[in-house]
Structures are given as structure tokens and as C-alpha cells.
């Protein structure tokens, strides 16, 4: 996640991982192949005229679909386990400035609450897991 | 975070926990209680009439608002590693039937992708970090 994390703020070049994650190098070696097999990134050559090629490291559509799950995470970590100067970092819209975060809404647009959102059996459901996967709207 | 879901969807009791979940007693009550110390559970005693005292788990403010993280991790799911018959699970809004779905926006309500947001360094990141952190926006 630290690595998806800097991939997000725009991290292509293994050094800049290593430095920006604080991992060494073979933690940050192990970690991208990782993300490369899961499909999570893409490892694409690249040459800077005189030097030998290397690879950069790109978000995959894939990848990039684990944006909210990021952000969901640092607004929890905001409120809940930020030093007391306040937040590390914040995010904010490039175009108009204000704060960003995530929130649940249904496609009607209405902001909510988890007691306002019901857990339906979906059609891939395996038969017979209803009531193992679904509690009783009690 | 399977407990975490099963609490979102109402379960309460040791032994619903551990048969929605499908994880063995032990193993419950180890998560249970990392839960609990960490204050995304409280326990709280209940009764039956005729029965010894038991203790059920309900999400503190903090446990709740880790809903964001987790409808954001179905969501991803459903995207990238549901079964061909589609998903298992839907999210609806109780009060409208529509899908719910988490998004990343900023306060004045622009819904974003990745390359939308900027990230700024914060008043609690340590001195020496922003380049650290933050990559530049090239």
C-alpha cells in the first residue's frame, strides 16, 4: 500500500519508490514485482540518453481503481491516528482547491450512513450463503 | 476487516461472528479482542432471560468510519475479482433501492480522479519529509 500510495502522488522510478516509501532497496524490489504480477502496475523501459535502460513503474486501470480505497484510509488515519500538528498531508482539488475525501452515496446521490445501506444477495452469491454471509436486519 | 464487515452488517454475538465469517472459535476470539483493543469494537455485556451473562460487539465511531475503506474495497472487488455470475453482494440505499458506491470528491462536490488531486504537505509533516512524500507534480 505504501508503494500504491507513492505511485498515486506520481512515483515512476524505482530509486524515487525506495527514497519516498523508506523501504530498502530489496523490500521495494520484492513489493513491485509484486504489484506488477497482481496486475496493479505496469513495468514499462524507458532510456535517458547515455545511461542503460530502465523501468518505470506505472498504475494500471486496475491499480488506478484503488484510489478511493487509499483515500478512505488516510481520511480514517486524519481523524484518528494523526500527530497532534495535524495531518501529514493534505489532498486537495488541483482545480479549485478544496479539501478532497471519500463518501458512501447511492447513485441517486444521497450521502450515507452504514444504517442506511442494506446488504442484498447478489447473483454471485454461492447457493446457500445468504444467512452466513448476511445478518438479519435486526 | 471480515469481522469488520460481518459487524457492519449488524452481527453482534461471538457465534455469528465466527459462522458468517467462517473462521474457527479461536480464531474469532483472537480478532475479537485485537478489535476491542484497538477501539473499533465495544464489548458490552447482554442477558438472555435464563442464561449466563454474554458479551456482545458493536463498532464504536471509530470502527464505523472505517465504512468508507470497506465499501471502497467491494467496490474494487466486485470490479476486478468477482465470479462470472457477477457480484455476491449488492450495497443498496435503504431508503431509495439505488447502488451504493463509495467516490472520491472535494468539498465543493467535484468528483475526481487521481490526476484531479494534489497532495500538499500537511502542518504535522516532519520537517525534512516533503520531498520525502511528496513527488514532485511532473
Same mark, same amino acid.
Given at each position: 500500500?505504501?508503494?500504491? +500510495? #507513492? *505511485?498515486? /502522488?506520481?512515483? +515512476? %522510478?524505482?530509486? @524515487?519508490?525506495?527514497? +519516498?516509501?523508506?523501504?530498502? #532497496?530489496?523490500?521495494?524490489?520484492?513489493?513491485?514485482?509484486? =504489484?506488477? %504480477?497482481?496486475?496493479? $502496475?505496469?513495468? !514499462?523501459? /524507458?532510456?535517458? *540518453?547515455?545511461?542503460?535502460?530502465?523501468? #518505470?513503474?506505472? =498504475?494500471?486501470?486496475?491499480? %488506478? #481503481?484503488? /484510489?478511493?480505497?487509499? !483515500?478512505?484510509?488516510?481520511?480514517?488515519? @486524519?481523524?484518528?491516528?494523526?500527530? &497532534?500538528?495535524?495531518?501529514?498531508? %493534505? =489532498?486537495?482539488? *488541483?482545480?479549485?482547491?478544496?479539501t478532497v475525501g471519500v463518501s458512501v452515496r447511492c447513485e441517486?446521490?444521497?450521502?450515507?450512513?452504514?444504517?442506511? !445501506?442494506?446488504?442484498?444477495?447478489? &447473483?454471485? $452469491? &454461492?447457493?446457500?450463503? *445468504? @444467512?452466513?454471509?448476511?445478518? &438479519?436486519?435486526?
Open positions: 500500500m505504501l508503494l500504491l +500510495r #507513492e *505511485a498515486f /502522488y506520481g512515483t +515512476r %522510478r524505482f530509486d @524515487d519508490f525506495a527514497r +519516498r516509501a523508506d523501504v530498502t #532497496e530489496q523490500v521495494t524490489a520484492t513489493r513491485l514485482k509484486a =504489484l506488477v %504480477r497482481d496486475g496493479l $502496475l505496469d513495468r !514499462v523501459p /524507458y532510456q535517458v *540518453a547515455g545511461q542503460r535502460t530502465r523501468s #518505470e513503474y506505472r =498504475l494500471t486501470g486496475k491499480g %488506478r #481503481e484503488l /484510489y478511493p480505497v487509499l !483515500v478512505a484510509l488516510m481520511q480514517w488515519g @486524519d481523524s484518528h491516528a494523526s500527530a &497532534p500538528t495535524g495531518v501529514p498531508v %493534505r =489532498l486537495v482539488h *488541483a482545480g479549485c482547491g478544496a441517486a446521490g444521497h450521502e450515507l450512513t452504514p444504517q442506511q !445501506v442494506s446488504a442484498l444477495p447478489g &447473483p454471485g $452469491l &454461492p447457493d446457500g450463503w *445468504a @444467512d452466513r454471509v448476511l445478518a &438479519p436486519t435486526t
